[in-house]
């Protein structure tokens, strides 16, 4: 199977671009799918899955020295954090795939996914939060770029759960796009030829 | 005019992604040309060119504190120096071009180049360098590799007397591209079509 993992940061158009890539290749394409999924396996609420996914690496105290109030909570977190991975694992045995974060790229190394970080400058992620309304339509410009930081933060710390290496080094990447100014319908294209090129080098 | 720069790890075939991206694109090449026409110019040896911009950063005392021991040296690496940008800039204005190396993509910031960074893991560039019999071919990998990073402190070192970016980082690039195990002659074409698409939304 082909999988290709998408790294990014808020705002970047990582998400589409994924997107975009899944339909250009004819992939499966894995996002939001995923938290939904475990939810219905562990017969949990999808939101509260995706705060716990979000969350994981705040409140659960896998660093020693941490402590936290509630242990029946943390164990509730441990569980939805190994079934991502058993997730993640049955998505990458099924089929061709585009999975868009959730440390992917990590967790799936064993399958060598081609891995893609995309970034922008923050003008460009502050403009493209405003105009596709991400992040509620009420924050300033500062309050935007505040929130991209700190979510930004939040992907770091999550990954970490699963690796040594800083998100967002280039270094573990195959291909790293800075969407600055670009519309993203025309970058795919090219990048899904790059995609197809690699792939045919490695089999 | 589109100026695209290359900026790469020593030994991960950043010279050959460029050379090749000039063919497929039709533009001009500029690599060891520069030093052959600062040369030429300055009525100099190419050899001892070359070997004052690669050397430039350690010699010339650019940060206070400094001291050298012939200040008649100085002044002519300087003159090469200011020379190379006077050389960079007629390059920039005279026809499209792929520009690899010589800081070319902070010097010639105002004619917004599309700027790339080429790396590749240690193991490849090791391998690569072999085969191609780059720094000659009595080195061990392990000389090889410690060569490597040599060189490519020299060129971030080099980075530093023009920009207050660090060399190699991501945010200073539109595209940076991990070469490890891939053959370059292939996925050129690719790049080239992502390049197109980037000028054509500047336009």
């Not at 990014?8 to 939904?36: M, T, W």
């Amino acid at each position: 199977m082909s999988i290709i993992t998408i790294s990014r940061e808020f705002g970047s158009g990582g998400r589409e671009v994924g997107k975009r890539l899944a339909d250009v290749l004819g992939y499966a394409y894995y996002d939001r799918e995923i938290e939904e999924d475990i939810a219905q396996r562990m017969n949990m609420d999808v939101g509260y899955v995706t705060h716990a996914m979000r969350g994981g690496p705040h409140s659960i105290p896998l660093h020693f020295g941490r402590t936290l109030a509630n242990p029946y909570l943390v164990k509730q977190q441990v569980d939805i954090l190994v079934e991502k991975q058993r997730v993640l694992k049955e998505i990458a045995a099924a089929s061709n795939c585009v999975i868009v974060g959730r440390a992917a790229d990590v967790i799936l190394e064993e399958y060598h996914p081609f891995k893609i970080f995309v970034y922008a400058d923050m003008a460009y992620k502050v403009k493209r939060c405003v105009e596709h309304a991400e992040m509620g339509e009420n924050l300033t410009p500062r309050e935007l770029e505040r929130a991209i930081k700190r979510v930004d933060a939040q992907r770091a710390q999550y990954h970490r759960l699963y690796a040594d290496t800083e998100w967002g080094r280039k270094e573990a990447y195959h291909l790293c796009v800075n969407t600055t100014g670009m519309a993203i319908k025309q970058v795919v294209p090219p990048i899904a030829d790059y995609i197809r090129c690699w792939l045919a080098q490695q089999s």
